[in-house]
């Protein structure tokens, strides 16, 4: 654990570039802490190009690794991969991420929308892949606001699990693609939940979240999302960490299609 603490203070020195997130601590953690703040410099650093991707892979895969170290000890996180591949196929692990809202409402008939080849968290110039599943909801005049409700709709966490960093300061404009976005760390699956294009955000780094608990509104935030031509959609990516500490996309339509839902 000091170890992991001295580490993670180095690399936060070591991370100094302008964010227009200023993180502001919830936990009772220190160490975990100091995860999100590692975590939101790096991703603020990809975004910006202001380092490699070999540089960015290299620190994704410590910060990765130091977490489930952190986890590993605790008896309530020592699962396997056969053991997390049976939490996954219950159908009450997962809640779905839209109040409200049902399997209908992902886009493609069967979810096609999913492509995962080609994707590179780390470089930022990458096109062309879409490693997540868009669920959609009825706002004809794109005012974030669900036609069915007159309300914004709210973004669920799909599991439990702690808020790494978040953005919340997206503007029309702006070519970021991910809008106000939320990454969170599913310590159990060992593994990343990223929730994107969102108006409002309800929660901060640091904090845990459990399955069906309120993230966020929906909105129509990212360089994309925010264009007349698309739906207003939350953007869904899993990103599976692999034994190296670096990402593996994982398409998630069969976990929506079990997920509890919630009214």
């Known amino acids: 654990m000091r170890v992991a603490g001295i580490l993670g203070a180095l690399l936060i020195g070591g991370l100094n570039v302008a964010s227009s997130q200023v993180i502001v601590s919830n936990s009772d953690d220190p160490t975990l ?26 620190q994704f895969s410590t910060i990765m690794r130091g977490l489930q170290t952190r986890f590993r000890s605790q008896e309530s996180y020592r699962f396997d991969s056969l053991q997390r591949d049976s ?26 929308g999913y492509r995962g080849n080609g994707f590179d968290l780390f470089d930022y110039t990458v096109r062309g892949s879409h490693p997540a599943q868009d669920i959609f909801i009825s706002d004809r005049n794109q005012d974030n606001i669900d036609d069915r409700t007159g309300k914004p709709a709210d973004v669920l966490a799909m599991s439990r699990g702690l808020v790494l960093a978040i953005e919340t300061d997206w503007k029309p404009g702006s070519d970021y693609r991910g809008g106000n ?12 939940f990223y929730y994107a294009h969102n108006s409002e955000v309800a929660v901060s780094p640091g904090q845990w979240v459990k399955a069906g608990q309120k993230l966020a509104e929906m909105g129509r ?18 990103l599976q960490i692999r034994p190296d500490g670096l990402p593996q996309p994982i398409n998630t339509y069969e976990w929506l299609l079990t997920a509890k839902l919630s009214n």
């Open 33 to 58: 802490y100091s995860y999100c703040q590692q975590f939101q410099t790096l991703y603020t650093q990809i975004r910006e190009q202001s380092l490699t991707p070999d540089s960015a892979r290299l």
């Open 87 to 112: 939490l996954r196929r219950t159908g009450l692990y997962f809640s779905f991420p839209l109040r409200g809202y049902t399997t209908s409402s992902i886009g493609g008939s069967h979810g096609e």
């Open 181 to 192: 976005w939320i990454w969170v760390y599913d310590p159990t699956l060992h593994g990343l």
């Open 221 to 238: 935030s990212g360089f994309n999302a925010y264009k007349a031509r698309s739906p207003t959609h939350l953007h869904l990516m899993y």
